[in-house]
């Protein structure tokens, strides 16, 4: 990097200097070439569960994790066609 030159500390600030404003640069290039897509506006919609077909069970499940931690969790619930609860976890 610096080629057996004779080192300073004003050259080493000059060095780092430069190099942080090229990184600067090119990252605030980098974003602008971004197809930038604003947000969708909001839309409210119900949900809502819908119980199976007669003499069926539905299972629904969810699960949920957080990425810095690698902490995950799990859940689901199972229901006969009248929303009666058979069983959870």
Sequence with gaps: ???????????????????????????????????????????????????PASGWMKLNTDGAARMNSGVATTGGILRNSFGDWRGGF
């Design 1 to 51: 990097m610096f080629k057996n030159k004779k080192l300073t500390t004003s050259s080493l600030i000059d060095y780092v200097t430069t190099k942080g404003r090229e990184w600067a640069k090119a990252w605030t290039n980098a974003k602008l070439q971004i197809d930038f897509k604003p947000p969708l506006p909001r839309t409210e919609a119900l949900i809502g569960w819908k119980p």
